[in-house]
C-alpha cells in the first residue's frame, strides 16, 4: 500500500496544515510509515503554497513525488499547475468556491467542494482548510474520522474560542465529502 | 510503537542533540536548517544550557570552539554557503582537538545556490572541511529516525576521539516530518558525569599542582605539528578499522549495484525494489558514514554477475563517485545517475538508466 497525496493551494488557505494534520493522525493511529513534505521557497501570503503526504507500508522513497494519486486544490492556479500530475485512476478535490477550471481529462475522479463558501457560512474564511480536510476525510475514509478530529483538537486548541469552530468546520466538510461518496 | 512522534528532520536532529547532553548550541540563520536554532532557543535554557545566535557563522563556530575547549557538548548547524564561513573554525577544532558536532543541510550548488535539498557539498565534507587536510567522522541519515540516531551517537564519538563530527543532511532530510522514537534524556548528573571526564584535557580552571588544560590549534615546532599530524592519521586508520557504517543489499547476486547516500538513497531503494519486482537483480551499497567511506562493501559485489556499479547522487558534476570507483578498483564499469540544482531525483529516474543499462548490456 502506498498513497501519496499533495494539496496545493494560496499561502494563508492553511494548505500545509491540512498536510500537517493528516500525516500526524497517520502516525498516531496506524503503523505505517508517513512523511509530510512542505514545499518551502520565496512562499508569502498570496503566493503559491504546497505540501506532499505520503503513506506507505513500507520505507517511504521520495516524500516529494512527480506522480501523485490523489491531489486537493485550493485555488484554480494550482488545478492548472498540477492536474497533470495526478496518477490515471486518482482523484482531484478541488475547493470549487475558486476553482473553476476542470481536470481536462477523464481517468481522474473529480470531488467539488466549496470549501470557502462553506467557511463564510460558518462566520470564517480561517476554516476552509479544515472544512477541506473534513470532506476529505469522509469522501476517502482514509482515518477514523474521530481520530482526525482529536488530532485537529489537539493541534488547534490551543484557543478554546476555536474549538467549536474547529469540530464544526469539520463536521460540515465530512458531511459533504460523504454525500458526494454516496451520490 | 506508542512512543513514537511525529518530528521535523531539524527539530528531532535539536531533541536528539539535548538528549545526548549538547548544552551550547550557537549558529547564524540559514535555509533550510533554521528549525535547529529556532528548537534549540526555546529548549536549551530548559536544561540549563545555553543558546547564542551569532552575530555571523564565524562568530558562532568560534563560539563552539571555545564551549567544546571548555568540555561543553556543544553543537552548531548551517547550510552549505554558511558551513564555508564556518571552515576555518571547524579547522581549528580538527586541530586543537575540540569535539563538537555540526550539521550541513545541504544545497543546491556553489555560491549561495538554491534552497532546495541536493548532495553538493560532498567534497567539502569528506575532502576539505577546511584548511590543513583533517578528516572527519561524516554521518549521512536517510531518514528522520537515522538523523536522530546519527546525532545521538555522534556526541560520543567526538568525545571519543577529540575530533569533530558532521552530520551531513539535505533540505528533504531537514524538513520532512516523520515518525520518530527519540532517544533517552541523559540525566543532569549524566552530562555533569560527562563534562567531568574532560578534565583531563578541557580548559575548566585546574589548580596548581593539577595538569593544566591546553587546547592550541598548532605548534610551534616542525617535529610537533609532525607527530600531530602523525597522530590525527593514526587515528583515521582507526576510524577505517572501527567506524564504518554501511548497509548492503542484495551483493551476492546483483546484476547492478546502486550507490547512494541520504535521500538519494530512499529514493534508489524505492528504485530497487521495483526492479527487483521485475525480475532485475539490483542489489545496493548505501554508506552511512561517508567518511570513513565503506570502501570494503565493495569487495562483497559478486564481479561475476555484476555488470555495472550506478553511483546515484544529487550533484552534477558527481563527488561521491571518486570514492565508488577508488573502491571498485575497475573490477566493473561505473556509471552515473545524477540531479541538482534542488530538483529532486525521481524513482523514473533511476528506473530509466538502470533498465538502459540492464536491457543495453554495460555502456
Redesign the interface.
Known amino acids: 500500500m502506498e498513497l501519496n497525496l499533495m494539496v496545493a493551494g494560496f499561502g494563508g488557505q492553511g494548505v500545509m496544515m491540512i498536510g500537517k494534520l493528516l500525516s500526524q493522525a497517520t502516525c498516531d493511529s496506524t503503523d505505517y510509515n508517513v512523511t509530510f513534505y512542505p514545499s518551502y521557497g520565496a512562499q508569502q501570503r498570496g503566493g503559491t503554497a504546497n505540501c506532499y503526504v505520503v503513506i506507505s507500508d513500507r520505507e517511504v522513497g521520495s516524500p516529494k513525488p512527480n506522480i501523485v494519486d490523489q491531489l486537493i486544490v485550493m485555488n484554480d492556479v494550482s488545478m492548472v499547475k498540477f492536474r497533470t500530475n495526478v496518477q490515471s485512476g486518482g482523484i482531484i478535490f478541488t475547493n470549487s468556491s475558486l476553482v473553476k477550471s476542470g481536470a481536462e481529462r477523464d481517468d481522474v475522479a473529480v470531488v467539488p467542494i466549496p470549501v470557502t463558501e462553506m467557511a463564510m457560512e460558518l462566520g470564517s474564511l480561517k476554516v476552509l482548510n479544515i472544512v477541506m480536510l473534513g470532506a476529505y476525510i469522509g469522501y476517502t475514509g482514509l482515518i477514523d474520522e474521530n481520530l482526525v478530529l482529536d488530532c485537529i483538537l489537539r493541534l488547534l486548541g490551543k484557543k478554546p474560542e476555536f474549538i467549536e469552530l474547529n469540530k464544526k468546520a469539520f463536521a460540515m466538510g465530512l458531511d459533504a465529502g460523504k454525500k458526494v461518496k454516496a451520490a | 510503537?506508542s512512543n513514537?512522534?511525529?518530528m521535523k528532520g531539524c527539530e528531532a536532529i535539536a531533541e536528539a542533540a539535548v538528549r545526548a547532553g549538547c548544552r551550547f548550541y550557537a549558529g547564524y540563520p540559514i535555509?533550510?536548517q533554521n528549525e535547529i536554532p529556532e528548537y534549540m532557543a526555546r529548549r536549551l535554557p530548559q536544561v540549563g544550557g545555553a543558546f547564542v545566535q551569532g552575530e555571523s557563522e564565524v562568530a558562532s563556530i568560534n563560539m563552539v570552539y571555545g564551549a567544546g575547549a571548555g568540555g561543553t557538548r556543544s553543537m552548531t548547524s548551517s547550510s552549505s554557503v554558511g558551513i564555508s564561513l564556518k571552515s576555518e573554525g571547524i579547522s581549528y577544532c580538527a586541530g586543537a582537538k575540540v569535539p563538537m558536532v555540526y550539521v550541513n543541510m545541504q544545497r543546491g550548488g556553489p555560491g549561495v545556490g538554491t534552497?532546495?535539498a541536493a548532495q553538493q557539498d560532498y567534497f567539502q565534507a569528506t575532502k576539505a572541511s577546511g584548511n590543513g587536510g583533517f578528516r572527519m567522522i561524516v554521518l549521512a541519515p536517510s531518514?528522520v529516525q537515522e538523523a536522530v540516531d546519527m546525532t545521538y551517537q555522534a556526541f560520543d564519538l567526538a568525545e571519543r576521539d577529540r575530533s569533530p563530527v558532521l552530520i551531513l543532511g539535505d533540505?528533504?532530510i531537514g524538513?520532512?516530518?516523520?515518525?520518530v522514537v527519540l532517544p533517552e534524556m541523559k540525566s543532569d548528573e549524566e552530562v555533569a558525569a560527562l563534562k567531568a571526564k574532560n578534565r583531563e584535557w578541557a580548559i575548566v580552571g585546574h589548580g596548581r599542582d593539577e595538569k593544566r588544560g591546553y587546547i592550541q590549534p598548532g605548534y610551534w615546532s616542525n617535529d610537533m605539528q609532525e607527530q600531530h599530524c602523525r597522530n590525527l592519521e593514526a587515528m583515521y586508520e582507526r576510524w577505517e578499522q572501527n567506524d564504518v557504517q554501511v548497509e548492503e543489499l542484495f551483493l551476492e547476486d546483483a546484476e547492478m549495484v546502486f550507490v547512494a547516500y541520504g535521500t538519494s538513497a530512499?529514493?534508489a531503494?524505492?528504485?530497487l525494489?521495483m526492479l527487483r519486482a521485475e525480475g532485475h537483480k539490483v542489489g545496493m551499497i548505501r554508506p552511512k558514514t561517508l567518511y570513513p567511506f565503506p570502501s570494503k562493501a565493495f569487495d562483497h559485489i559478486n564481479y561475476d554477475t555484476c555488470k555495472c556499479v550506478l553511483d546515484i547522487e544529487m550533484s552534477i558534476p558527481a563527488q561521491m563517485v571518486y570514492d565508488v570507483r577508488m573502491a571498485v578498483k575497475g573490477r566493473c564499469p561505473v556509471d552515473t545517475c545524477l540531479r541538482s540544482g534542488g530538483n529532486?531525483?525521481?524513482?523514473?529516474n533511476i528506473l530509466g538508466k538502470a533498465r538502459e543499462i540492464l536491457t543495453g548490456g554495460a555502456n
Open positions: 510503537m513514537k512522534v511525529f535555509t533550510p534552497i532546495q531518514t533540505g528533504v524538513t520532512i516530518m516523520e515518525p530512499r529514493i531503494k524505492n528504485a525494489e529532486l531525483i525521481e524513482r523514473d
